[in-house]
T-cell receptor, first 111, second 115 residues
Framework: QKEVEQNSGPLSVPEGAIASLNCTYSDRGSQSFFWYRQYSGKSPELIMSIYSNGDKEDGRFTAQLNKASQYVSLLIRDSQPSDSATYLCAVKVGGGNKLTFGTGTQLKVEL | DTEVTQTPKHLVMGMTNKKSLKCEQHMGHRAMYWYKQKAKKPPELMFVYSYEKLSINESVPSRFSPECPNSSLLNLHLHALQPEDSALYLC??????????????FGSGTQLSVL
């Protein structure tokens, strides 16, 4: 079982719709969860972090964490073509420095 | 300012060459990282420096040699690389806060091609 799993996609949504990206992780000791956006040929850009169960909202983005189910998700409201990118889920176990990435989900927002 | 600067942006080298990748941050971060990313794959951790000391080496081959001259600079020295080492090399930094609320900020990367 991979440590951090994501559906590779592509996930296609129409412009203006809600995009839902999911991530599961295997280590119950995981404490910090991050979503990065990566455009083709560019470096990952941090868009959300979440540490406690529940929802965290930042503009059009909402991160959701359920530690009991070992599940973290990212919702993008009012999706725009500029949101088309690969979204990487990253998980940190405990207080260490190691961040483990999922394989990423490719999102395509269509006009 | 969340800027991590990497140079060069692109590098082509032969298998017998010696080259270095450079990374700089002025955010006062005390942890710096090297990641390697192949096309359509997630970033893979190579090295971590904490307070200028090597704290994690993910069993990286010795042809990759990291160096942290001071808290703002991180280098990756390359020697006798193989074509399969061609990838995007990413530098990142983080505050090194207590607890687990660390956020990594990435540089723009160096696209390396080994011929």
């Amino acid at each position: 079982q991979k440590e951090v799993e994501q559906n590779s996609g592509p996930l296609s949504v129409p412009e203006g719709a809600i995009a839902s990206l999911n991530c599961t992780y295997s280590d119950r000791g995981s404490q910090s969860f991050f979503w990065y956006r990566q455009y083709s040929g560019k470096s990952p850009e941090l868009i959300m972090s979440i540490y406690s169960n529940g929802d965290k909202e930042d503009g059009r983005f909402t991160a959701q964490l359920n530690k009991a189910s070992q599940y973290v998700s990212l919702l993008i409201r009012d999706s725009q073509p500029s949101d088309s990118a690969t979204y990487l889920c990253a998980v940190k176990v405990g207080g260490g420095n190691k961040l483990t990435f999922g394989t990423g989900t490719q999102l395509k927002v269509e006009l | 300012d969340t800027e991590v600067t990497q140079t060069p942006k692109h590098l082509v080298m032969g298998m017998t060459n010696k080259k270095s990748l450079k990374c700089e941050q002025h955010m006062g971060h005390r942890a710096m990282y090297w990641y390697k990313q192949k096309a359509k794959k997630p970033p893979e951790l190579m090295f971590v420096y904490s307070y200028e000391k090597l704290s994690i080496n993910e069993s990286v081959p010795s042809r990759f040699s990291p160096e942290c001259p001071n808290s703002s600079l991180l280098n990756l020295h390359l020697h006798a690389l193989q074509p399969e080492d061609s990838a995007l090399y990413l530098c990142a930094s983080s505050q090194l806060e207590t607890g687990s609320n660390e956020k990594l900020f990435f540089g723009s990367g160096t696209q390396l091609s080994v011929l």
